[in-house]
């Protein structure tokens, strides 16, 4: 069959690819075919027949929504009797419809009644009937309103939901013309809906409409529309923000671009109301006897200045360190970090990376020359194997999980491995419930089978594996150690289930990987993902499209923070800091004499706090990170804040770390700003400035620039940011090839080595990034952990993340869109420890480790197996790292806040 074929619409020839659907060709060639129940996202439905043609042999009337175009058709769009059946199709639905509109949606119906010249009542055939028929309306969600008199039952909504989402939350209730949308069981407010607002940006007669901003939305149209990226997770959607009055008003997600395609979670869409929070920082403060009163820039930049020089001469720049933000953009950091090796004169620069995915980064650049995904998300809709381990992807990247549960749809089975229930497990084929602690040996086992079962790929493995079988057989020595019966007692999961993971795994032609912080957040996080690239490489399920490994970055620019340099190891571009020839090449760029850039691995995250707790590091700048409530020890970390002679925070609100500061810095949100992102598939995006900043709040990346030029370390006279990108991609190889005039309408994945280089969607399909350019095995022993459960403390927590919170709250706590689905800290305790402990459901308890205590409140769930316990981190009332400790991965140097020993008590009430 050919690929491309030519088809006639009204006597004009296209050219089209076979198999497309009719209507959207047509609308690809501007031949405007009306429809109301058609999305190009959807599958079809022929429902409201307005998009009927005539196709030559063919009976009747056809909806071309419903027809694939063949070579040689000829389909007739127009004419006298098409546009008159259409006229009474029209007219027909309106006599059911409540055509009362406004300008707070839009309104597809409304346009077509307008075409079509049936806005007067005079001029339609049908009475109307709407107000008879009592439709029901479900006002009951957080963040939507259904109204049945304005729903045409085009099916939309639902597929979205379905086909889109993959939630299946919204079916019709009722028969016939009186047929309405419910979700749930009914009462939309008590369904399994979690707010995502598919339905919403789908809805073609605002029948579905949002709650938030409807008054001001409803009195006129917004002043502008801006595209930009999400300020929350690693996904990187592109929205679409409009603007009322210096103030956002609706998000909506971008059509027809990756990497969402149009999709968003609920605080893609809904999380933008903490930009205009009054709650935001307007002006620099100083504290002054121990309260903080505002000052002007002048005298805080000065101070700033003054202070850093001071300690920087008398104890050297080592004494001195820095905190970025995987909440800023690429310039922004990229500033930041320079001014770090610049003013400072050291590589203690580090970010919360290093609390979330360093372990992963450590382990893939070892083995694989990479740290970063290799592969692209809609990549998961095609896959034949989906393992996702240690990632509660619906809540943590949701809209990844849209393309997951598309490709487990299709046909891919999905394996989960996970210590606790996920939302995810629902469509999984397998849900392997490994105990805490316990994944390198579950991963050595499923080796094991791979290799007992001559499912390996030897031609890979010879080929592509440095060392080639003689490596192999190393891993194959440690793999015997390892069979099923042997692991199922260390972990807890079935013998079967470890050979049946195994199985799908190796035997699928292209199999992917998705990671997440369940992994790499122990002190044995590296080892983890050792085993699992080892599994990765001996099957060959990395470099060729579709297969690979990928780990979904938290938090929205944790990729990009490293890929400009962040990191106490690398300059941007992961060019070691200990690499001479790049720190000349660095040092010309940046004018900066070689000699003033030091050389020396700098201190990384966690242990600049031990630093600043030995009296070793005496000043600190951070911007947009709140290691009060995000490091390991909540006590150790406040007394290294304390015990430092200077702290600066650049924040947008008060947090518990903007506390301890002696100068707050007031920062800018995403919105406010100019800039670059990069995504979990490496996929740089433009930030557009959609507001302006509140107050006397400057560019986070300008005062930056200007405490540098104080300190004697002038920068360059960036003009705009688009300058500071042109000096990233000149020092950063794997963007040389990217500037802000490719990067207006979609985003492009590194490596982009120049600029006719169209980006890289899959990495290693020739070569590993290695010196030899072959993939290392690192073959691991499982190691038990040195926490334990004891009589004392006879639970073991874990933590993570929630869908209606983020991070540390900063900014999703302040939507009521958000908070109206959660607020409360919570911890989850099997039921039979909560009998054990005669503990009832949704008591207010105690929660007690070695290293602190918290508050919190109960919930009972089979979600966690017994003895174990999980905790959202999200809470500052309920801070999770009160009760972590800071032991950390030799390797990567990530602390284990997946696993700590504690004692749960009931308060006294």
Same mark, same amino acid.
């Not at 749930?184 to 073609?204: A, F, H, M, R």
């Not at 409009?242 to 990497?259: D, F, H, M, W």
């Given at each position: ?11 004009? /020839?296209?050219?089209?690819? =076979?198999?497309?659907?009719?209507? /959207? ?27 009927? @043609? ?150 073609? *007669?605002?029948?579905?409409v949002e709650k938030p901003n409807r008054k001001l939305l409803s009195a006129a149209v917004p002043d502008k529309y801006v595209n930009t990226i999400c300020p929350y997770c690693g996904v990187g959607c ?52 121990? /309260? ?17 020089? =001071? ?50 980064? *450590?382990?893939? %650049? ?28 619906? /809540? ?94 260390? *972990? ?32 044995t996080g590296t080892h983890t993902v050792f085993s699992l690239i080892n599994m990765c490489l001996i099957t060959g399920q990395i470099g060729k499209v579709g297969a690979g490994i990928n780990p979904p970055r938290g938090q929205n620019n944790v990729q990009g923070a490293s890929d400009v340099g962040c990191s106490p190891l690398i300059y941007p571009g992961y ?27 700098? %201190? ?25 409530? @995000? ?23 008060? @947090? ?75 020092? *950063? ?9 490719? %990067? ?166």
């Amino acid at each position: 069959m050919k690929d491309f074929i030519t088809i006639k619409i009204d006597g004009k /020839e296209i050219n089209a690819r =076979a198999g497309e659907n009719l209507l /959207e060709v047509a609308r690809q060639h501007n031949i405007q075919i009306p429809s109301l129940c058609y999305h190009r996202k959807l599958s079809p439905t022929g429902a409201c027949r307005l998009c009927i @043609t005539k196709v030559k042999n063919m009976p009747g009337l056809v909806a071309a929504c419903t027809v694939t175009v063949e070579d040689g058709m000829e389909v007739t769009a127009f004419d006298a009797e098409l546009e008159e059946t259409r006229r009474y199709l029209l007219d027909y639905l309106l006599s059911e419809h409540n055509e009362a509109s406004d300008s707070s949606y839009d309104d597809e119906f409304k346009a077509l009644v307008a075409r079509y010249d049936l806005t007067d009542p005079a001029r339609r055939q049908f009475p109307s009937l709407w107000e008879s028929l009592e439709y029901p309306q479900d006002d009951s969600s957080p963040i939507l309103t259904y109204d049945a008199s304005k729903c045409i039952k085009c099916f939309r909504c639902i597929k979205a939901c379905d086909e889109v989402q993959g939630k299946n939350v919204l079916s019709f209730a009722s028969r016939g013309i009186t047929s309405y949308v419910i979700g749930g069981l009914g009462v939309w407010g008590e369904s399994e809906c979690d707010g995502c607002g598919e339905c919403i940006q789908l809805c073609p *007669t605002g029948a579905i409409v949002e709650k938030p901003n409807r008054k001001l939305l409803s009195a006129a149209v917004p002043d502008k529309y801006v595209n930009t990226i999400c300020p929350y997770c690693g996904v990187g959607c592109l929205i679409e923000l409009q603007i009322k009055g210096n103030r956002i008003v609706r998000a909506n997600g971008v059509e027809g671009l990756k990497p969402n395609d149009g999709r968003l979670c609920i605080k893609g869409r809904f999380g933008y109301e903490f930009v205009g929070s009054p709650d935001r920082l307007t002006s620099p403060m100083i504290k002054r006897s121990g /309260e903080f009163v505002e000052a002007d820039w002048d005298e805080v930049l000065e101070l700033i200045a003054s202070k850093f020089s =001071a300690i920087k001469k008398e104890y050297g720049g080592d004494a001195l360190a820095g905190y970025a933000s995987a909440k800023c953009t690429n310039e922004d950091n990229y500033i930041f970090q320079k001014f770090i090796r610049t003013a400072f004169g050291t590589n203690n620069v580090d970010y919360c990376t290093r609390l979330c995915h360093a372990s992963t980064v *450590t382990a893939m %650049l070892r083995a694989l020359g990479d740290g970063a995904g290799s592969n692209s998300i809609e990549d998961y809709v095609s896959a034949d194997c989906i393992l996702v381990i240690g990632n509660n992807m619906i /809540e943590t990247h949701p809209v990844t999980a849209t393309y997951v549960k598309k490709g487990a749809g299709n046909g891919a089975k999905l394996i989960i491995i996970d210590p606790k229930w996920t939302p995810l497990v629902k469509n999984a084929d397998l849900w392997l419930q490994p105990r805490l602690g316990t994944d390198v040996a579950l991963l050595n086992g499923l080796i094991h089978v791979i290799i007992e079962e001559n499912r390996f790929d030897r031609d890979f493995i010879i080929n592509r594996i440095q060392g080639g079988l003689e490596a192999f057989d190393e891993l194959r020595q440690l793999a015997a150690n390892y069979p099923p019966d042997q692991v199922s007692a260390i *972990t807890g999961v079935k013998p079967d289930q470890i050979t049946a993971a195994a199985r799908y795994y190796a035997g699928a032609s292209r199999a992917l990987i998705a990671t997440g912080m369940g992994i790499s957040q122990q002190v044995t996080g590296t080892h983890t993902v050792f085993s699992l690239i080892n599994m990765c490489l001996i099957t060959g399920q990395i470099g060729k499209v579709g297969a690979g490994i990928n780990p979904p970055r938290g938090q929205n620019n944790v990729q990009g923070a490293s890929d400009v340099g962040c990191s106490p190891l690398i300059y941007p571009g992961y060019i070691p800091v200990t690499d001479d020839e790049n720190r000349r090449k660095v040092a010309a760029v940046w004018s900066s004499p070689y000699e003033a850039l030091s050389g020396r691995i700098g %201190l990384t995250t966690v242990e600049i706090m031990q630093a600043a707790h030995r009296g070793e590091i005496r000043g600190m700048y951070i911007m947009g990170e709140n290691p009060m409530l @995000t490091d390991p020890n909540q006590r150790h970390v406040r007394e290294a804040l304390e015990r430092m002679e200077f702290v600066v925070v650049q924040d947008i609100f008060l @947090t518990e770390t903007t506390e301890l500061a002696d100068v707050i810095v007031p920062g800018t949100a995403f919105a406010e700003k100019n800039g670059t992102f990069v995504n979990s598939d490496r996929r740089l995006g433009r930030v557009r400035r959609a507001v302006d900043p509140p107050g006397k709040a400057r560019q986070d990346w300008k005062v930056l620039w200007e405490i540098a030029a104080r300190m004697g370390h002038p920068m360059n006279d960036y003009r705009d940011e688009s300058k500071i990108f042109d000096e990233i991609a000149a020092v *950063t190889p794997i963007m040389a090839g990217i500037s802000y005039d490719r %990067l207006e309408e979609e985003g492009i994945q590194w490596p982009c080595p120049d600029k006719d280089h169209p980006g890289t969607g899959t990495l290693f399909l020739d070569r590993f990034n290695t010196p030899g350019g072959k993939a290392v095995l690192h073959p691991v022993d499982y190691t038990p952990q040195t926490e334990k459960a004891t009589a004392d403390h006879p639970l073991l927590l874990n933590t993570g993340r929630i869908l209606y919170q983020y991070h540390t709250c900063t900014m999703s706590r302040r939507n009521k869109a958000l908070t109206d689905f959660a607020n409360q800290s919570y911890v989850l305790m099997h039921p039979d420890d909560a009998t054990k402990l005669d503990l009832e459901d949704e008591v207010q308890v105690k929660v007690v480790s070695r290293q602190g205590e918290i508050r919190t409140t109960l919930r009972i769930s089979e979600e966690v197996l017994p003895g174990e316990l999980f905790m959202p981190f999200h809470f500052g009332e309920s801070p999770v790292n009160a009760l972590t400790r800071h032991e950390l991965d030799p390797h990567s140097k990530i602390a284990p806040f997946k696993l700590t020993a504690c004692r749960v008590e009931k308060l006294d009430s």
